[in-house]
Nanobody, 115 residues
Framework: QVQLVESGGGLVQAGESLRLSCAAS????????MGWYRQAPGKQRELVAA???????NYADSVKGRFTISRDNAKNTVYLQMSSLKPEDTAVYYC?????????WGQGTQVTVSS
């Protein structure tokens, strides 16, 4: 059973930083492409960042240069370091992995950035 548990969200002011964590069980994160998505009220869920099994990363244009995705293989955890946060980054952030044609999601963690 795949489980993804996000943590680290909160309320911050614009310009501050947060680090989100995604602790995985039922999979070994270094063998999969792991992604962070976000969904703001009234908007579709969008990909923020992803890291492949080979370690390649990709980012949404809106977060390039501000966010960094990484993983700790020993802890089987994926992180999203978010810096220079903006009010438009406010959303629920979800961790994601595809396995055997099925998408697994965590419960999400709320990030709110005040101006």
């Amino acid at each position: 059973q795949v489980q993804l548990v996000e943590s680290g969200g909160g309320l911050v002011q614009a310009g501050e930083s947060l680090r989100l964590s995604c602790a995985a069980s039922g999979i070994i994160v270094r063998f999969y492409t792991m992604g962070w998505y976000r969904q703001a009220p009234g908007k579709q869920r969008e990909l923020v960042a992803a890291v492949t099994s080979g370690g390649s990363t990709n980012y949404a244009d809106s977060v390039k240069g501000r966010f960094t995705i990484s993983r700790d293989n020993a802890k089987n955890t994926v992180y999203l370091q978010m810096s220079s946060l903006k009010p438009e980054d406010t959303a629920v952030y979800y961790c994601n992995v595809w396995r055997d044609g099925y998408a697994y999601w965590g419960q999400g963690t709320q990030v709110t950035v005040s101006s």
